[in-house]
């Protein structure tokens, strides 16, 4: 059976917000975990952060905190982080929000869809057979902020409490 199609319509408000002036990547990454910066675990080259607006519950991204768009220009240490960093990031969903798949990737230049093309960041998103069924119960806009907080919350903990 195929995967459903994802439904996200409070992405609505970010396409047709008006963005800001700053890159939002390079301010998370310029500060600590935060439920304000949606920063659920800061490394030393690269941060782990819950995507604003997200395309599923528990929806991460993992950011360089250099502004780099460019993924050849990446210096190695840093694409290791990213690359460690995003495997650690399907260990805490796994612990922490039992999904049954992931979609995880990267867009790389506006073509192919890259929301900030210059500044890379991977996407983790969190896969439940049953996603379209559950979709619709957080469809309303207005539950998006408390249910970004409750799932902040839950993988701040899982990358304080992470083992091995
Ligand atoms: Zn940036």
Redesign the pocket.
Known sequence: MPTPPLWAPWRIDYILGAKPD??????A?AGPPSEESLVVHRGERASVLLNRYPYAPGHLMV?PH???GDLLGLDEPVHLECASLLRRAVGVLSATMNPEGFNAGINLGEAAGAG?P??LHWHIVPRWRADTNFMPMLADVRVVPEHLRTTWRKLRTGFQEETG
């Open positions: 700053g890159c939002f990547l390079c301010e990454a950011a250099e502004h780099v900030v210059g500044h």
